[in-house]
């Protein structure tokens, strides 16, 4: 257990560690989606993890955990609820998977270190994260097409990529995490989302969550 203050002066420190300049690995056969559920009534926090074939979409690896939670709910800080639980079920995983999708933020965050930052900080894999929500920064809405995106910009810089993935649907928000960039992010996201809104690493990680281990 830590206290917020000392949870903000981690954060701070290990953001220094972020590599936004990697394009990433030349080839990617495999990405994890990484999510987390909060059982109903229960003080406890389940971390997913589901490995998919890039060229196939099939799943090739999955873990699950439950954890007791360890830090409160503080908006900017859910890595620290979410890390120990992702960190587990990663940890069970047989493949290494060559990039880590996590459904949040990485750049797009107040100290521009999010859930998708914290982790590549801590595994050394490229991640990024993809959110169903805006959080921080402005952004004009992209064009209706498939593929459209325009910039998240805290000030003048940018963060993040709102991305169209369905044509005429609402856009989901790409952020750097570690070792990955944010094109390449955004070119991966539309291969994984053949027919939904959502990459399906994901949307497996999500339901996978959503059930006990």
Known sequence: MITIEEAEAE???LRTLADLTDPGP????TVAGLDVGYPPGSDEVTGAVVV??????????????????????VPGLFAFREIPPLLTAL???????????????????????GLASHLGVLTGLPAFGVAKTAFVGTHDLPGPARGAHTPIL??????GRALRTRD??????VSQGHRF????ACDLVLTL?????????????????????
């Open 11 to 13: 954060q701070e420190r």
């Open 154 to 159: 805290l000030g003048t810089e940018e963060v």
């Open 168 to 173: 005429a649907v609402k856009p989901v928000y």
């Open 193 to 213: 989302t053949p027919r939904f809104r959502l990459p399906e690493p994901l949307r497996h990680a999500d339901q996978l969550s959503r059930t006990r281990p």
């Open 181 to 184: 960039a944010l094109g390449r």
């Open 52 to 73: 998919m074939d890039v060229a196939t979409l099939e799943v090739v690896d999955r873990a699950v955990v439950r954890e007791p939670v360890s830090f409160p709910y």
């Open 91 to 113: 940890s069970r995983l047989t493949i290494t998977p060559d990039v880590l999708l996590c459904d949040g933020y990485g750049t797009a965050h107040p100290r521009r270190f």
């Open 26 to 29: 030349a080839q990617v056969m």
